[in-house]
């Protein structure tokens, strides 16, 4: 299966992809992962996208349509993946569909939509922590560590993500609304967005998603 995660930020695209890899093998790409990643490693494209990433602005459309198609053109062409926070913009989902044509790629087959309001995300995001070493993500009612403030991976301390400030989620919803909606046309048109509530619990979420997979015969 080849999927695309859309939905505004804290709707549980993050832990659902983890999900879908734990149980059903299927590779998650996470553009603000990667691109976290690249903070920590120091790389160049890190330093460029740093200054977007803290002012809750989304980082230049050919700065991320390169790193993400590059990650891409690594997978066996079987592999199923969810592409999670790409694309974001019109013009990377016109580049992604270039570049899946071009590299004899079957289509996406899949949007799914996590829905959610603003007022519950801000709240849900407030609990949100994160490891600054290996960048696991935790919850601290939802998905907590097992020992307090530390990562389960590498036991380092966990810190709020420097975008989960209350003013930067605000703005991360208005780059959602201006920049990523629009795209729930664009795929809307090729009948492939699927809804999926984004304030469930995380398993209860996890089941509404594989009831829509198992509609699209993409899970048995
Ligand atoms: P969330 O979905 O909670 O907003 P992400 O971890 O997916 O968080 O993204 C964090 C930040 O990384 C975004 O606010 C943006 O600056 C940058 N980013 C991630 N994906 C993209 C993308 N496809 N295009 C542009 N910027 C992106
Ligand atoms: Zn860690």
Not at 183 to 188: C, K, S
């Amino acid at each position: 299966m080849r999927l695309i995660f859309l939905g505004p930020p804290g709707a549980g695209k993050g832990t659902q992809s983890l999900l879908l890899l734990q149980r059903h093998g299927v590779i998650s790409l996470a553009s603000g992962d990667i691109l976290r990643e690249a903070i920590r490693g120091n790389e160049p494209i890190g330093k460029e996208a740093d200054r977007f990433m803290k002012a809750g602005q989304l980082v230049p459309d050919d700065l991320i349509t390169g790193l993400m198609l590059d990650r891409l053109g690594k997978l066996a062409k079987n592999q199923s993946f969810v592409l999670d926070g790409f694309p974001r913009t019109k013009d990377q989902a016109l580049a992604l569909d270039a570049w899946l044509i071009e590299h004899r790629h079957k289509p996406v087959d899949l949007i799914i939509d996590f829905e959610m309001d603003e007022d519950k995300i801000l709240k849900r995001l407030e609990g949100r922590r994160i490891c600054r070493t290996c960048g696991a993500s935790y919850h601290m009612k939802n998905l907590v560590p097992k020992k307090p403030g530390q990562c389960d991976h590498c036991g380092e301390l966990l810190q709020v993500r420097p975008d989960d400030q209350p003013e930067t989620i605000r703005r991360r919803f208005v780059v959602y609304h201006r920049q990523t909606e629009p795209l729930l046309e664009f795929y809307g048109s090729q009948k492939k967005v699927r809804p999926v509530p984004g304030d469930l619990e995380i398993e209860a979420q996890y089941q509404a998603l594989v009831e829509v997979l198992k509609k699209e015969r993409l899970v048995a």
